[in-house]
């Protein structure tokens, strides 16, 4: 089964001498419970992808088809609360918010839903993340893999389609950029979580069932690692 359909996606900044093509007609399938890499030089255009993958910005032209979904059919409203509920964001910075807690920084997708989460499943991101025990802490209260790891929970929260991560070690030092990898790993070999994984480390993308490279905004090579 497809989770993910990207159909000839393009996206042009500018007008005649200032016309810029971010991205050039890239087409690609994901299936459910594969883990693919992204991979490409700075400015190659992956994080423009990345961005139109995950309905944060829309393309000049093309699809993004999730779980059967057209999302760039919807206006920003439904947009947005598709999002929310059906892909799960990890940003390199966190992007946690400084004034809740571990737990409330994980149920935010819920809670924006007005919706309780499941408890059982909330302890068991929780434990997943090693995170039992800091539950009551704020942001600043962790260290930076720490608040890593509570952004992998809040992605997971709502089993979204597909987890997407924006080079989500890059801010971290190489022990806790170990962890993370092995939680989102996890969750991809042991839950069958969809994983999308933008990253500029060879290492990292050689642990992905599919390498896609891009450069200068075209889809140049999909490599099957592993089957």
Do not use: W
């Given at each position: 089964m497809?989770?993910?359909e990207?159909?000839?996606?393009t996206k042009?900044?500018?007008?005649g ?10 087409s690609?399938?994901?299936k459910?419970g594969e883990f693919?890499a ?9 994080s423009?992808?990345m961005n139109?993958i ?5 393309p000049?032209s093309g699809?993004?088809?999730?779980d059967g979904?057209?999302?760039f ?5 439904a947009?947005a609360i598709?999002?929310?509920?059906n892909?799960?964001?990890v940003?390199q910075?966190?992007?946690?918010i ?6 409330e920084?994980i149920?935010?997708p ?5 919706r309780?989460?499941d ?6 991101i929780l434990?997943?993340?090693g995170l039992?025990?800091?539950q ?5 209260e962790?260290?930076?893999?720490q ?9 997971l929260i709502?089993a979204?389609?597909?987890i ?5 070690t890059?801010n971290?030092?190489?022990?806790a ?17 969809t994983?999308i ?6 290492k990292i993308?050689?642990l992905a ?19």
């Amino acid at each position: 089964m497809e989770i993910l359909e990207v159909n000839g996606l393009t996206k042009i900044y500018g007008n005649g001498d200032n016309r810029v093509t971010a991205l050039d007609h890239v087409s690609f399938r994901v299936k459910k419970g594969e883990f693919v890499a992204i991979v490409g030089a700075s400015g190659s255009g992956k994080s423009t992808l990345m961005n139109l993958i995950g309905g944060i910005d829309r393309p000049t032209s093309g699809d993004v088809v999730v779980d059967g979904r057209r999302i760039f059919d919807m206006d920003e409203s439904a947009l947005a609360i598709f999002r929310r509920r059906n892909i799960g964001i990890v940003y390199q910075f966190y992007n946690l918010i400084p004034n809740l807690t571990v737990v409330e920084n994980i149920m935010l997708p819920c809670l924006l839903d007005n919706r309780k989460p499941d408890a059982q499943k909330l302890a068991g991101i929780l434990e997943m993340t090693g995170l039992s025990d800091r539950q009551d802490h704020l942001p600043g209260e962790l260290s930076g893999g720490q608040q890593q790891r509570v952004s992998v929970g809040r992605a997971l929260i709502n089993a979204p389609a597909f987890i997407l991560a924006d080079e989500p070690t890059g801010n971290l030092d190489s022990k806790a950029g170990r962890k993370i990898m092995e939680l989102l790993t996890a969750a991809n070999r042991k839950e069958n979580q969809t994983l999308i994984l933008i990253t500029h480390d060879e290492k990292i993308a050689l642990l992905a069932d599919r390498i896609l490279t891009i450069s200068d905004g075209k889809l140049i090579r999909d490599e099957v690692m592993r089957v």
